[in-house]
């Protein structure tokens, strides 16, 4: 983490850019945020550790507009994010300076919570350069639990060690990949319909409106939201019946199809656990399946195959019914 | 006092349940929130915090006001008998307005926290002051709280420092005060209220002579809450009469910046009781309805002019100056937080009202 600080301090020393975005210290062990950092004495707060799983890329949509170049910390998945920001028009790649930050996968403090791990005082190991066990020292005691059992799920698939635009990186990189990607859409398509609508149903029930997954996704960089307009029913804030935040939900999935990298950051965000990342990674295994593999963010010259024609493309009638096989 | 097994609660729930709506925390996929409870439904109170809060018992989400309906009267029955006038007559048209039903059985929350019970003091300041809110007071006044002691509250949890008692739910403005201490729910009816839900289910009791054990468990609780990292927060500098130095503060300009303008923390708040009202399309008329609303969101307010907060740092602003200098200014000095943490604990990008309040310690 010193090499880090050490460098964006030189970088703003040095004239290369003006400010920095990482993450400061938080009040607790596990709740560092996202912020700008200008002068040395900044970085006296500054942390990257574990718990810094924040995808930073969309900040840089305003962080870009501002007078100066900014150097903005990204981890290898949110690299995707950000180039696909760039394929988007949506952030001033000459005005940014990405530093590439090593990442052994980030930590979900839920999920210390779930194994019954409260009244947290300090956490030991989730320094980005350490290996092995988190240890909680906790008012009920001292509890531990492995590295990888306090992973988001999202790291769990991991997009590999690589970042894919980078100005330079620091630190290491780890695979942390130990899952299917698609184990848990391939058990939703296998369900009846009548089961998959109640899965949804119960899940999405649970939604309270705060739009905290838009507002945190970077495909979702809209100017203004369609669920922003005062004139529409089913405005943003209220779920006017109780399954009503289904429209919200699925149109959001529609919206960002093609262009989702599977950051994760909607299901990380959501304050009632809603597993929100199935919507978007059904669409990805279908454009894989359809229209062959394809990872949005990837390269930033690519075409997205929901955005290209050709006269291969498969007939509507013959996706339908799909998910039933 | 009474006391239940633990084991034996799903009886009592399904007892309560015969007499009353019993709203609780209850877990679904996953999560454990306010709830309805019928017959499988799984009760959960270990649960520390659910996510929503108990605002819900009171103060629902989305609650309809009225509707309104446009009837056509037909020509001929405008016109009575006369063919003549009927074909000269143009059509008419009637409004009929239904209003919203009125809670008007009583109702019981259960499991609720003392940090929530506090909230429902902010909340009535607010509806049960002139013009009075005939929702919420309906609602007020056919619920019954049983309230719930803390037995391992969390780092999070910084209500003491309002003055909340998470040790003893018998100080807060509840009807009914219970503990849960090993494997037993020991149970102690504070108001008429409270007496009348106790006789209903007390062939489920036992008689407790538990005071001792109960006095222990609040020593124990006590104990734990001072351990907490925020257990001497400051609130000094916060409170009625600070608009002017607070507003002009050059620290709101460090803290916002995070901020994703999300309506997180201001839904999991027991305490946030803005409110939108809008109509909803329907066939002949529109359902008018009310449902939370967020400073954080950019229509938050907005008039026909256009003037309403432009900037979310203004936004930021508004929602920790409300809760810490203009309603105690409005309110003999009361805040309008309860320190439940659950901002603490939700908020997408860490920021809360904790960082809010030492970010301003720091930069005196």
Known sequence: MQELINRLKELIADGTVVRAIGWKKGDMPYNPEPAYFEKPEDFDNFVYDGFCGANLSKMMIEA?????????????????????????????????????????????????????????????????????????????????MAYTDLMLDRCHVCKGKDHVIFDEVIGESKDTGDADRFEEVIKIEKMTPEERFAFFKSELSKCIRCNACRNVCPACSCRKCVFDNTKFDSQQKANVDSFEEKMFHIIRAFHVAGRCTDCGECSRVCPEGIPLHLFNRKFIKDIDTFYGEFQAGKDPEAQSPLTDFTFDDLEPKDAVGRGDK | MYSIAKENLNSLYAAIAGSYDLFMPIKTAGQTNYGFWKEGAEGDIDTLKTIRSGKDAFFPQVEQLYTVNREIVPADVAAGDDAEKAANTPIRTKLNVTPGKLVDQDFVIFGMRPCDVRAIEVMDNVFLTDPVDSYYKSRREHGIVVALACHEPEESC????????????????????????????????????????????????????ADAKVEEEKAYIEGIAKQLPNAD??????????????????????????????????????????????????????????????????????MAGGQNRQTQLQRFRQRFMHKLVYYPTNNDGMFMCVGCGRCVEKCPQSLNIVKVIKAFAENK
């Open chain 2, 233 to 302: 927060l400051s609130l000094e500098g916060w409170g009625a009469g600070k608009t002017d130095e607070k507003f002009k503060s050059e620290v709101w300009d460090k803290v916002y910046k995070g901020c994703l303008g999300c309506g997180t923390c201001t839904f999991v708040c027991p305490t946030c009781q803005c409110y939108d009202i809008k109509d909803y399309t329907t066939k002949d008329g529109i359902q008018r309805y009310r449902c939370w609303d967020s400073c954080m969101y950019s229509d938050f307010t907005l």
């Open chain 2, 158 to 209: 910084f209500c003491t420092v309002f003055g909340v008692d998470p040790a003893d739910p018998s100080k807060a403005k509840a009807d009914v005060a219970t503990w849960m201490i090993d494997g037993k729910l020991y149970w102690k009816a504070l108001t008429e209220k409270g007496e009348a839900l106790t006789a209903k289910v007390a062939n489920l009791f036992e008689e407790a002579d």
């Open chain 1, 64 to 144: 870009g507009k501002l007078e100066g170049k900014t150097a903005v910390c990204l981890k290898p998945c949110d690299t995707y994010s950000f180039n696909q920001l760039i394929r988007e028009h949506r952030v001033n790649r000459e005005n940014t300076y990405i530093i590439g930050v090593g990442c052994r996968g980030k930590l979900d403090i839920e999920k210390a919570r779930k194994a019954g791990i409260k009244g947290i005082k300090s956490i030991s190991g989730i320094d980005i350069e350490g290996d092995g066990d988190v240890t909680f020292d906790t008012i009920y005691g001292e509890k531990k």
